[in-house]
Structures are given as structure tokens and as C-alpha cells.
């Protein structure tokens, strides 16, 4: 009987029914605990940790030499971990006064999102093969590990201590509030709370500093990759970032946009390392780019027209808003044709210079004599130019 190795697709497997498990075993805890699956102690929302474990899985069961995938799942399942923890300490700590077995075991393990937010550091400087981007980087990491294994050793000690001592109240999260960071009795630890975070949120920033020079020294599948991660880092912080800061917004509105939010990082991760439909990318950023801003454009006039139409002249009829409706639908093909020629000047290239692109294929075939090489360069010339979904070139036999 053979051994399981640690990347094989049988270990997959294995871990694919642990993080189910784990994922399921949330819905009753929360209950239990008489709160939603948006609710965390500081871990992720059950549906984002298992966005994460899905593209994780895909990776390590695709490529699985890759380290990027293992690291996204074991980083999935200790925020996994966590969340059920998080839930059982509430229910045993906070509503049945700690009358529930194993609740000293879920407070120890609760704090395991520290080693998940670890791991998700490691992501991006990784990316996109699983390797640090020079040897440089190794010190930085050394210190990285080195100070989040003293905080999490620091947690199972003073966690231990609070146990022995019966100082077991919890937060609504399911916290250890001995580990808020303000009891005298955890002097050092307050120190170790004080460089944690920080350090986390510096290497985090040193990882993505470090792509971006790296996506000005690259060109071809590289820099498609990078551009795949960059858009995908950019519309999960614009966006958690807008959310925490939108208020009465729908709450099936506002948990539809937190989940394309959330699925923006690792789908981007995912079709990277995959290499699927890997250059579309540039078109999907143009696209995107253009709706949102006509989209802002139109919405600005519409609420103009009727502001000015309501308040200034006081028509305070339907015709009003049916007017500013009907002229903002008529402004929307004009400005999206010069919206999108500004931006794919500046994002996608390809399709800005396809008169350029058209002018120099027909100086190549002149010269052609490789019928080939002529099919190619053609098949090479339409995709650049007219950008098509699928392209095929059929010569006639003679």
C-alpha cells in the first residue's frame, strides 16, 4: 500500500472533503449560535474563504508542483477553521456559560485566522509560480514567519492561562477578550500585537510593489498574468473599499456585489496560473473600464437633468424624469464610442493601433513567399486588430 504525498491529487481529495466538511459544519454552528454565515471573529464569511478553497483546489489539482494552490487552501481552511470556532466559542462561552464539550479546544483553535491571513500574504508575492522573485526575499519572509509564529504561540499560552484561570469571556466574535490587546495581564503580547499587524500589513505592500516593477520588466504570457492578478487585486479593494463605505444599499444587492468582490482575487489568481483565455484580459479590462465610467457619466447626467428640471424649474411631473431618462439612453451610444477609444488608448493597445496593425501586415505580404507564415501572420493580424472570440483561416486546395 503506498504512500499519500502531500501534493498528489489523492491528497487533494482528502482535503477537499475536510474543507467541505468544515464548510458545512458552519451553517449548524451558526445557528447554534443564534448568527448569520456573514458573521466572523476576525475570520472570513464562509462563502469567501470557500471562493479561495475552490481556486485553491482547482490549482493544486491542475498543477499540482505549484505551491500557490496549497498555500490558498491551507490559507481557506484555517480561516475555515476559525469561523467554526468562532461560532462554538460564542455559543459556549457567551450563551451556555461554558457547559458545551471541547469549547477550551475552539477557543485554542479560534485564532486561526492569523495563519490565514499569513498564508493569503504569500499569495501574491509568490504568484505565479510559487517561487520567491529573487533570494532577496528570503529575510523578509524568515521575519514574516518569525512574527506571526510568535503571535500565534503567544495566543495558545495566554489562551491556556485564561482556561486555567476560568477567564473565558468572549466577544460577540467568539474573541478571547484576554487577547484584546489592552489587558495588563499580557504585557508582551500586547507588544507582539503592536508589530504583527503591521508587519503583515508592510510585507503585503512589499509583495504588491514587487509585482508591479515586475510588470514593468515583463512582456508576453508573464505580463498577462500580472495584468490578471493586478485587475483582479484592484477590483477586490475598490470594491471592499466602496462597500464599507456605501450605506443603505438593498442587502441581496449589497451581498451580491461583496461576493463578485471577494471572487475578483482568486478567479484572477486561478485563470492566471491556468492560462485560460489568458489574453482576454486586455479587452475584459477595456470593457470594464469603459461601462463603469459611461455608466458614472450617465448617472451624473441623469441625476442633473433631474435636479434641474425638478428643483430649478419645479416641473414636478412624470414627463420630467421621462425626459432625463430618454436624453441620458440617447448620450449613451455617442459617449461609450469616444469613452471607449480613450481607454483602450491607454489599456488595450491592440485594438487602438488596428489601422496601424492592418498597414504593417500588408507591407509584410509583399514580401511574402511562405504561404505558412502568410496564414499565420494574418490569423496573428485579424486577433490583434478585430479581437474575435474564435478566428480560423481556411486557404482554398488548388
Given at each position: 500500500m503506498?504512500?499519500?504525498?502531500?501534493?498528489?491529487?489523492?491528497?487533494c481529495?482528502?482535503?477537499?472533503?475536510?474543507l467541505?466538511?468544515?464548510?458545512?459544519?458552519?451553517?449548524?454552528?451558526?445557528?447554534?449560535?443564534?448568527q448569520?454565515?456573514?458573521?466572523?471573529g476576525?475570520?472570513?464569511?464562509?462563502?469567501?474563504?470557500?471562493?479561495?478553497a475552490?481556486?485553491?483546489?482547482?490549482?493544486?489539482?491542475?498543477?499540482?508542483?505549484?505551491?500557490?494552490?496549497?498555500?490558498m487552501?491551507?490559507?481557506?481552511?484555517?480561516?475555515?477553521?476559525?469561523?467554526?470556532?468562532?461560532?462554538?466559542?460564542?455559543?459556549?462561552?457567551?450563551?451556555?456559560?461554558?457547559?458545551?464539550?471541547?469549547?477550551?479546544?475552539?477557543?485554542?483553535?479560534?485564532?486561526?485566522?492569523?495563519?490565514?491571513?499569513?498564508?493569503?500574504?504569500?499569495?501574491?508575492?509568490?504568484?505565479?509560480?510559487?517561487r520567491?522573485?529573487?533570494?532577496?526575499?528570503?529575510?523578509?519572509v524568515?521575519?514574516?514567519?518569525?512574527?506571526?509564529a510568535?503571535?500565534?504561540?503567544?495566543?495558545?499560552?495566554?489562551?491556556?492561562?485564561?482556561?486555567?484561570?476560568?477567564?473565558?469571556?468572549v466577544?460577540?466574535g467568539?474573541?478571547?477578550?484576554?487577547?484584546?490587546?489592552?489587558?495588563?495581564?499580557?504585557?508582551?503580547?500586547?507588544?507582539?500585537?503592536?508589530?504583527?499587524?503591521?508587519l503583515?500589513?508592510?510585507?503585503?505592500l512589499?509583495?504588491?510593489?514587487?509585482?508591479?516593477?515586475?510588470?514593468?520588466?515583463?512582456?508576453?504570457?508573464?505580463?498577462?498574468?500580472l495584468?490578471?492578478?493586478?485587475?483582479?487585486?484592484?477590483?477586490?479593494?475598490?470594491?471592499?473599499?466602496?462597500?464599507?463605505?456605501?450605506?443603505?444599499?438593498?442587502?441581496?444587492?449589497?451581498?451580491?456585489?461583496?461576493?463578485?468582490?471577494?471572487?475578483?482575487?482568486?478567479?484572477?489568481?486561478?485563470v492566471a496560473?491556468?492560462?485560460?483565455?489568458?489574453?482576454?484580459?486586455?479587452?475584459i479590462?477595456?470593457?470594464?473600464?469603459?461601462?463603469?465610467?459611461?455608466?458614472?457619466?450617465?448617472?451624473?447626467?441623469?441625476?442633473?437633468?433631474?435636479l434641474?428640471?425638478?428643483?430649478?424649474f419645479?416641473?414636478?411631473?412624470?414627463?420630467?424624469?421621462?425626459?432625463?431618462?430618454?436624453?441620458?439612453?440617447?448620450?449613451?451610444?455617442?459617449?461609450?464610442?469616444?469613452v471607449?477609444?480613450?481607454?483602450?488608448?491607454?489599456?488595450?493597445?491592440?485594438?487602438?493601433d488596428?489601422?496601424?496593425t492592418?498597414?504593417a501586415?500588408?507591407?509584410?505580404?509583399?514580401?511574402?513567399?511562405n504561404?505558412?507564415?502568410?496564414?499565420?501572420?494574418?490569423?496573428?493580424?485579424?486577433?490583434?486588430?478585430?479581437?474575435?472570440?474564435?478566428?480560423?483561416?481556411?486557404?482554398s486546395?488548388?
Amino acid at each position: 500500500m503506498g504512500s499519500i504525498r502531500l501534493t498528489s491529487r489523492a491528497a487533494c481529495l482528502a482535503v477537499s472533503g475536510l474543507l467541505v466538511a468544515l464548510f458545512a459544519a458552519a451553517v449548524p454552528l451558526a445557528g447554534l449560535a443564534h448568527q448569520t454565515l456573514n458573521a466572523s471573529g476576525g475570520s472570513l464569511p464562509v462563502w469567501v474563504s470557500a471562493a479561495f478553497a475552490a481556486v485553491g483546489l482547482v490549482l493544486a489539482w491542475r498543477r499540482p508542483a505549484n505551491p500557490l494552490g496549497w498555500i490558498m487552501v491551507g490559507s481557506a481552511f484555517f480561516f475555515a477553521l476559525s469561523e467554526d470556532a468562532s461560532y462554538y466559542t460564542v455559543a459556549d462561552y457567551g450563551h451556555r456559560h461554558g457547559d458545551l464539550p471541547l469549547g477550551g479546544l475552539a477557543l485554542l483553535v479560534q485564532p486561526g485566522w492569523a495563519p490565514g491571513i499569513v498564508l493569503l500574504g504569500l499569495v501574491v508575492l509568490v504568484f505565479p509560480d510559487g517561487r520567491l522573485p529573487s533570494a532577496r526575499w528570503r529575510w523578509l519572509v524568515f521575519a514574516y514567519a518569525a512574527v506571526a509564529a510568535v503571535w500565534m504561540a503567544g495566543t495558545v499560552e495566554l489562551t491556556v492561562h485564561a482556561l486555567a484561570d476560568h477567564r473565558t469571556q468572549v466577544d460577540s466574535g467568539g474573541n478571547l477578550l484576554l487577547l484584546s490587546g489592552s489587558d495588563p495581564a499580557a504585557g508582551w503580547w500586547n507588544v507582539a500585537q503592536e508589530l504583527f499587524f503591521p508587519l503583515l500589513a508592510a510585507c503585503w505592500l512589499a509583495s504588491i510593489t514587487s509585482q508591479a516593477l515586475s510588470f514593468r520588466r515583463s512582456s508576453g504570457e508573464r505580463r498577462q498574468q500580472l495584468k490578471w492578478l493586478l485587475a483582479g487585486s484592484v477590483v477586490a479593494f475598490v470594491g471592499l473599499g466602496l462597500a464599507t463605505r456605501v450605506r443603505g444599499v438593498p442587502n441581496g444587492v449589497a451581498l451580491s456585489a461583496m461576493v463578485i468582490v471577494f471572487l475578483a482575487l482568486p478567479v484572477s489568481i486561478g485563470v492566471a496560473v491556468l492560462r485560460y483565455r489568458l489574453f482576454d484580459i486586455d479587452r475584459i479590462v477595456s470593457r470594464t473600464l469603459a461601462y463603469a465610467i459611461v455608466t458614472g457619466l450617465l448617472v451624473g447626467v441623469y441625476a442633473g437633468l433631474v435636479l434641474l428640471t425638478t428643483e430649478v424649474f419645479r416641473f414636478h411631473t412624470p414627463v420630467a424624469v421621462a425626459a432625463s431618462t430618454l436624453a441620458a439612453a440617447a448620450l449613451f451610444s455617442p459617449v461609450r464610442r469616444r469613452v471607449q477609444r480613450l481607454v483602450d488608448r491607454r489599456f488595450n493597445r491592440a485594438r487602438y493601433d488596428a489601422e496601424a496593425t492592418v498597414a504593417a501586415f500588408a507591407d509584410r505580404l509583399k514580401d511574402a513567399v511562405n504561404l505558412d507564415a502568410a496564414r499565420d501572420d494574418l490569423a496573428q493580424t485579424v486577433h490583434e486588430a478585430l479581437e474575435p472570440a474564435h478566428l480560423s483561416v481556411w486557404v482554398s486546395p488548388r
